[in-house]
């Protein structure tokens, strides 16, 4: 017998907005101006502080940017672990609270232990573990609170859940940077941790009032068990060729483990290792999932085979995280090369990630009011995986002029770092049509069952993106490679923008000729 889904104190009428919906924006405001607050002065912080002790600028650069994306790459691979909880054992609710509290801790590691690498690089593990955890709960959280009623308001409140996000991340982006240059690190750090204490009495304050899906039971024809029958059934006159596969990429996921030194750390190998296995079971799955047909009921082989073709649409989204994700590294390093514009405020180049959530706060209604609706005049249908195509393709023009301005410091020029406004417009417009679609789309695909989990593959896609990223910084240390870039007549910085870019183009035409196959699903929850 199932567990009765927990309703909310004052329930709002039929088709009009959950009342309980201001607490998780306030939450995720003061959330996410604790998280960009620190991680926005991260890169900087390591090259001007803690990393001080390596004597060479390029080789601490090098160290900054890898410490900056493994990170980011666990807090977008805890995601698998808070989902697999929330989904499993604790409920959303719970998984968010508890490891709220978690993250706050990793905040004040980082306030306290600014000159210990033990104590600080224990605060970013924290900090991913909380802040990982809660994402994918966060998220499929906010889609609870809707049904087939008034499922039509859901995509408004997922946009307006991404305009908060961003409304704080830009004051988070504009002051923590001004706070470090001024008061210093501790200060800096400090305060985006007294924002995520204030998020989660936030989140707590609205416990009587939210809808609490409760977490499945064990569940004899879960995911698991349809991927383990299709692996492992027999079919007479028949071999198991999707098996095969899947032990052959275990097999690789192993030798990565092996080959860490060479992969540039454990971590990166690890991540490797995952996206490989991953990749070999989901295929063998499909290749031997109808073997599960008279074990498993229809509806959970078919909700299978719908998980895994929308794992393929996330992984091609990958590299749009790829270049997303370094403009808090690589175009930030870029960015101290130029001239800051003289304004009294302005004093430290990090703080042009302003730029980024601003733009996301102007162009979400102007994509809604004003984008859309004229598209649609026009005859063009604007659907959710049409806008991931357009967005994965405008992240690798945003590479090619960012490319463009690094050949210009790279030749002598004097630039403002002003010059970086316009990769921003095209690398935040990219960001609306992908991410912000995407924490809609991601949700409205992913079965009952797992929906939080389903969730945080969308958020591992961010980690993958970020392994491309040190997998292609360590390729680019090679002697070899690098006298083979040389010849080219370019610097290796711009090379590996442009080289971005192209992978950036690649991915739009490969997801979009996917997707035209593409069936979408609706998986709301009945009124």
Not at 355 to 366: D, E, G, K
Request: glycine content about 10%; some cysteine.
């Amino acid at each position: 017998m199932s567990t009765p889904i927990a309703r909310p104190e004052a329930q709002a009428s039929a088709g009009s907005l959950p009342r309980q919906i201001p607490f998780i924006i306030g939450n995720e405001a003061c959330e996410r101006f604790s998280f960009y607050g620190m991680r926005n002065i991260l890169t900087a912080f390591l090259v001007g502080w803690l990393l001080m002790g390596t004597a060479d600028e390029q080789a601490r650069q090098a160290e900054a940017k890898d410490v900056f994306h493994i990170f980011v790459m666990g807090v977008y691979f805890f995601p698998l672990l808070g989902g697999w909880l929330a989904d499993r054992w604790f409920g959303k609710y719970r998984t968010i609270l508890w490891l709220s509290l978690v993250y706050c801790v990793g905040h004040a590691c980082l306030a306290i232990f600014e000159g210990s690498k033990t104590g600080f690089y224990t605060g970013l593990f924290l900090i991913a573990l909380g802040s990982g955890g809660i994402k994918p709960c966060v998220s499929a959280f906010v889609g609870d609170q809707f049904d087939q009623s008034n499922k039509h308001l859901a995509r408004v409140v997922f946009d307006a859940f991404y305009w908060i996000i961003n409304f704080g991340s830009f004051f988070a982006s504009l002051l923590i940077p001004l706070t470090l240059e001024i008061w210093g690190p501790s200060i800096a750090f400090g305060i985006p941790g007294l924002l995520m204490f204030i998020a989660t009495v936030i989140f707590w304050m609205g416990r009587h009032r939210y809808v609490n899906v409760p977490p499945v039971a064990a569940d004899p024809h879960s995911v698991t068990n349809v991927i383990r029958t299709a692996l492992f059934a027999t079919r007479s006159g028949a071999g198991r060729p999707g098996l095969v596969l899947s032990a052959f990429g275990l097999v690789l996921g192993v030798g990565s483990l092996g080959a860490y030194e060479l992969l540039g750390g454990i971590v990166t190998a690890i991540c490797l290792a995952l996206v490989l296995i991953l990749a070999a079971v989901g295929g063998g799955t499909l290749m031997q999932l109808d073997r599960a047909k008279g074990i498993h009921p229809d509806e959970d082989i078919e909700g299978v085979r719908a998980v895994l073709r929308l794992l393929v649409l996330f992984a091609l989204v990958t590299p749009f995280w790829s270049l997303f994700d370094q403009k808090a590294s690589t175009w930030i390093l870029q960015a101290r090369e130029m001239e800051l514009p003289g304004w009294s405020w302005f004093k430290n180049a990090s703080q042009i990630q302003a730029l980024n959530p601003l733009l996301v706060m102007a162009l979400i209604p102007f994509n809604n009011l004003v984008l859309y609706p004229a598209l649609t005049r026009f005859g063009l249908q604007v659907t959710p995986l049409r806008r991931m195509t357009a967005g994965i393709a405008f992240s690798g023009v945003s590479w090619v002029v960012i490319g463009g301005v690094q050949l210009a410091i790279d030749g002598g020029a004097n630039l403002s770092i002003l010059w970086q406004t316009i990769p921003y417009v095209l690398l935040t417009f990219a960001e609306v049509l992908v991410s912000a679609t995407g924490l809609e789309f991601a949700y409205s695909q992913a079965p009952a069952k797992m929906k939080g989990v389903l969730m945080s593959f969308w958020t591992l896609s961010v980690t993958v993106g970020n392994l491309w990223v040190l997998l292609v910084n360590g390729a680019v240390r090679n002697e070899a490679v690098e006298s083979a870039i040389a010849s080219t007549g370019i610097g290796l910085t711009a090379f590996q923008m442009f080289f971005f870019a192209g992978f950036a183009f690649l991915a739009a035409v490969a997801f979009g000729l996917y997707a035209k196959r593409y069936k979408m699903v609706d998986h709301y929850r009945a009124a």
